[in-house]
């Protein structure tokens, strides 16, 4: 049975950091692209970073580039997202995601900056 699952979100002052977490199972992890992505309230999901199987070429929305680092251990198969600098527009509801043939997704994590 395949299962994402996203930890580490919460509620941040803008300019806090966190860390979040997703754990991976039921799938061949290493061979996976790896992303996060994120819904705000209104709006449409969208793409936040992105990593290759290998751990490589991680790739950034525009809006989070230099802030936001993706991350990922294919050992004990885990992606990690840290956000640093964060920003009331960093509301959202984040998720895991992972990507092939098939394409997985987890709950998802609510972050929320605010002060």
């Known amino acids: 049975q395949v299962q994402l699952v996203e930890s580490g979100g919460g509620l941040v002052q803008p300019g806090g950091s966190l860390r979040l977490s997703c754990a991976a199972s039921g799938f061949t992890f290493r061979l996976y692209i790896m992303r996060w992505y994120r819904q705000a309230p209104g709006k449409e999901r969208e793409l936040v970073a992105a990593?290759?199987?290998?751990?490589?070429?991680?790739n950034y929305a525009e809006s989070v580039k230099g802030r936001f680092t993706i991350s990922r251990d294919n050992g004990k198969n885990m992606v990690y997202l840290q956000m640093n600098s964060l920003k009331p527009e960093d509301t959202a509801m984040y998720y895991c995601?992972?990507?092939?043939?098939?394409?997985?997704w987890g709950q998802g994590t609510q972050v929320t900056v605010s002060s």
């Open positions: 995601n992972a990507y092939r043939w098939n394409n997985y």
């Open positions: 990593i290759t199987s290998a751990g490589g070429r991680p």
